[in-house]
């Protein structure tokens, strides 16, 4: 069943880096909204006649708590109609229609595999939800490892969140990578680091978000190692 449209209220809004926002969203026709790690919202937004050319989709960067607050990472694109209207137009008491949730790129069950959550800008959304539900739960699992490809440091999205994650969570490491700035992390791409992750071929699980350049040379390049097409799974964002 297709979920019902709502109406959801911005409480808090929070720069995250340049150009990137979180936005916390509370649905008010609703006590608890319930939703899987993984999962997305559809807004429909005030940018064009015909309302399929209106509606976005952005995934729930929160932990489902039983509450009926979301939070979403939103990027400013060059040119695109939905973040212009976003970041010109939303503040704090704006009103939205959403959808949802829905979606298939949820956590795999059960999780009896390494687990690689490869992404780049903000689809690490999907990835923050599903690790702290992970850790609140004690949800039992194998090694997991967050590839997280960006430009410079200032680009790094929950980077502190991460790195106590990573003390809390056993068997969780955080790979931030950089491709444009020299540090003390790795610098590059994401596929150097889970092709040399991956080296001893365990049985693993892929999991990839964001841009397509990324997410189709990442699959070409996970299937070539060797490793089956049903254990590799995407969110193409773009």
Known sequence: MVPQWQKGVVIRIEQATHNTRRFWIELPETNSFFFKPGQFVTLD???????????????????????????????????????????????????????????????????DKDLYLVCTGTGIAPFRSMLHYINQHQVPHKQIHLLFGTRTQNDLLYADEMRELERMVPGFTYHPILSREEWEGETGYVHEI???????MNPSYFMLCGWKAMIDEAKERILKMGFDKKDVHLELYG
């Open 45 to 111: 937004l005030p940018i064009h006649e015909q309302r399929n050319r209106r509606w976005r989709s952005y995934s729930i960067a929160s932990m489902p708590d039983e509450s009926n607050v979301i939070e979403l990472l939103i990027v400013y694109v060059e040119g695109g109609a939905a973040s212009k209207y976003i970041f010109d137009e939303i503040k704090v008491g704006s009103e939205f229609t959403l959808r949802g949730a829905q979606g298939v790129f949820t956590m795999p069950e059960p999780m």
């Open 194 to 200: 889970y092709e040399r992750l991956c080296f001893d």
